[in-house]
């Protein structure tokens, strides 16, 4: 779809869209990344269109899950699984609670409000779901709990998707972990550790029912954080080295250009020595640390170099020189680390790339086992003074982090764009040259790892969701995400003048509706439709 033939036209906003297998229900999502600023966190709304002859007196939920994966799955025997949740919140989408509220006898249609279930001790299980319907309010920690009205976008779907259409809105806490993921090694299979967030959409009589495949959507979303705009001292550290048996020392200071940095940009490292010893310096090394803590009973840190510099340039220095100064530059890239395994991603989704894992943000040390996995970032520069003397070293941490998002205040045209399940991609379809994807949704397939039956039996494998215009070759600078903004209760509705809305695909999407309810009659193939809707994060 084009959007951008006339300098007049409307940017599009994206929608996705994901039916279940039997193609009863179907599931909008505004988008899949959800940014996080530590004050306010993205809500997560969205619309699920389904069938009534289908459901009949059934019910229809929606459930949003955060997991913290600590070991591979193919290693989870006898019911035992290495797997730990963080936070589970559950609504019922159908039949809906509906409620009203408006001024002058204006009525308008709220969301039920979902049931918080957190299995840590978040601040969020404080919301409980005996609360009385009616506008929505806060709790003392500032989440927001109760029904919702409906939002501008959920306005504008249940309009055009008819009366069949049925909301959801879930708020986030604002301790809940963000998105990470180990990068997994050549030959490993199965769902990567890290911390994964799940939605789904299942029809069942009751939320403790076990859930089909046939007739539930499986959506894998990520929680992104940002660093916020606040003036932070500048990293510098200086140590001096006292040799054994030698007279005088060796100082080393060291200094960054900044505290913060976006994804793709450059770290600037000053380097001072003065050697008021007897000792020749050979060389420097610099590198930059990637350090990963799981939050388990038992800490466990692991270490990964992302970016690394070794020189001798305008060595040696030699005794008694003083004043030696010389400016580096680092630049952590995951274009460049694609080939080490335990390496912290920012949740990478299937074959969506993505950018090294964000520092992480913690705002209560007290609840650091509610993060799952803490990210920290250094750059250590050793000095290497060559055979019989140990080397001089130092580190300074700083936060690696996504830019502030850009507040979309346009009203824009509305695109849906269907989310299939085609074959899955080889892992070395990925350019090692190609820079890290920083914009927050870009080519954003979320397909399950289908087998080569699938692929006999006709899968498609062409992207059928592309947001962006060409492909990202060279570098470029790092481009904020888009927040959606909110919308305000004294906001202007225009719904009657809304006829900007563009559906993508609903012809095919019907064929292949058709085609899942004919599979259902047939065992031999009933499996292929189950295994097509569930959704590998």
């Not at 459930?63 to 591979?72: K, M």
């Not at 939002?151 to 504008?156: C, D, I, M, N, V």
């Not at 199965?190 to 403790?208: F, M, N, S």
């Not at 824009?412 to 080889?426: G, M, Q, R, T, Y």
Request: charge should be negative.
């Amino acid at each position: 779809m084009e959007t951008g033939s006339s300098p007049t036209q409307k940017q599009g906003t994206r929608v996705f869209k994901k039916s279940s297998p039997n193609g009863k229900i179907t599931t909008y999502l505004c988008k899949r990344d959800f940014i996080d600023s530590l004050t306010h966190c993205d809500p997560i709304e969205g619309v699920v269109l389904i069938d009534p002859e289908y459901v009949r007196d059934r019910k229809v939920f929606t459930h949003v899950l955060a997991a913290f994966r600590y070991g591979r799955e193919d290693l989870d025997v006898l019911g035992l699984t290495f797997r730990k949740d963080l936070y589970l919140a559950s609504t019922q989408v159908y039949p809906c609670v509906h409620g009203s509220a408006g001024e002058n006898g204006g009525e308008q249609t709220l969301v039920n409000p979902p049931v918080i279930v957190a299995t840590t001790t978040m601040r969020e299980s404080k919301a409980t779901p005996g609360r009385s319907f009616g506008s929505g309010s806060r709790t003392d920690d500032g989440i927001e709990a109760g029904p919702q009205r409906l939002t501008r976008l959920q306005e504008r779907l249940m309009k055009k998707l008819g009366t069949n259409a049925f909301p959801f809105y879930f708020k986030l806490p604002p301790d809940a972990p963000a998105s990470v993921m180990l990068q997994p090694g050549p030959n490993e299979n199965g769902k990567p550790c890290g911390v994964d967030y799940e939605l789904r959409t299942y029809v069942a009589d009751g939320t403790d029912d076990k859930l089909q495949k046939r007739n539930s959507v499986r959506l894998a979303i990520r929680k992104l954080t940002y660093a916020p705009e606040e003036a932070a001292p500048q990293p510098s550290a200086v140590v001096v080295k006292d040799f054994l048996m030698s007279p005088g020392s060796l100082r080393l200071e060291v200094s960054l250009d900044k505290e913060k940095y976006y994804h793709g940009e450059s770290i600037a490292v000053n380097v001072l020595v003065d050697n008021n010893s007897n000792k020749t310096v050979k060389k420097v090394k610099l590198s930059v640390r990637q350090y990963t803590e799981l939050c388990l009973h038992n800490s466990n840190r692991y270490s990964c170099v992302v970016d690394e510099l070794e020189t001798e340039e305008s060595f040696p220095i030699l005794p008694s020189q003083t004043g030696w100064c010389k400016v580096y530059r680092l630049r952590p890239l995951l274009s460049n680390n694609r080939h080490k395994r335990g390496l912290a991603l920012d949740g990478k989704l299937k074959h969506e790339d993505t950018n090294l894992a964000s520092s992480t943000i913690i705002c209560n040390p007290q609840q650091k086992e509610n993060l799952g996995m803490i990210v920290q970032y250094r750059v250590k520069i050793r000095l290497v003074l060559g055979f019989g003397a140990s080397d001089v070293s130092l580190e300074l941490p700083f936060t690696l982090t996504h830019p502030k998002p850009i507040v979309d205040l346009e009203d824009n045209v509305l695109k849906i764009d269907e989310l299939e399940d085609h074959p899955a991609a080889s892992p070395d379809s990925f350019s090692p040259s190609s820079s890290p994807v920083t914009e927050p949704i870009a080519n954003f397939p979320f397909i399950p790892d289908l087998s080569g039956t699938e692929a006999a039996n006709g899968s498609s494998s062409a992207d059928l969701i592309t947001l962006g215009g060409d492909v990202i070759g060279a570098y470029r600078p790092p481009t904020p995400p888009v927040r959606s903004q909110p919308v305000s209760s004294h906001s202007e509705r225009r719904l009657e003048d809304d006829d900007d809305l563009i559906f993508e695909d609903f012809a095919r999407l019907r064929l292949k509706a058709s085609d899942f309810s004919a599979a259902e009659h047939d065992t031999g193939r009933e499996s292929l439709a189950m295994a097509s809707g569930d959704i590998a994060s």
